[in-house]
């Protein structure tokens, strides 16, 4: 019995973002999910309040998020959290997602250490005209000129990175923005 059973699971969990189990429970989340928020954005026009200002956007495409979900899982799975922050909540702006990825998570020390490189590296090359500059002056200027995005940003989105709050953010995000909106609406009224 336990063969079966373990067979079953090894089987579902070989690709977890096309298994059939997983997109059912997907699709009755994303269901839930659907109708709440249009529930919720009936409320806010029943009130006068136009739900899109209350962050209470038109609801995602059913198949669109089944799909989304069941990346997450097969994400989970696999342990690949950084590809699925960078297929599904990776800023617009951000250029060169796989070098960026070298610094996801990265320890405090070693992040100050790689922007203290990058401002000797600038010094070596522009001297005095940029003696003035302080380290993080500099690293935002690389920052900038590789990723595309400014370096508080690359800090809180790279940086910072937690794959628990990927999969928190993916699977909780229409929850939390319902949750969010509802406070929204309070205000309000």
Sequence with gaps: MFGLQKQAMKQMMSNPAENEQIRAYASILAGLEREQRERMRQHAEHLGVDPDEVGLDEPPDPEERVAELAEAVGAHVVGD????????????????????GEFAGVDADEWDAQVEEWAATFRDRAGDAIADRSDRDLADVHIRETFG?????????????E????????VAGPIETHTEALAALDREV
Excluded at 81 to 96: F, K, R, S, T
Excluded at 163 to 170: K, S, T
């Design 163 to 170: 794959p628990g709050r990927v999969f928190q953010e993916l």
């Design 81 to 100: 959290a950084w590809g699925l922050y960078v297929d599904h909540l990776v800023p617009d702006e951000l250029e060169n997602s796989d070098r960026a």
């Design 149 to 161: 995005v400014g370096l508080d940003t690359f800090e809180s989105e790279i940086v910072e990175f």
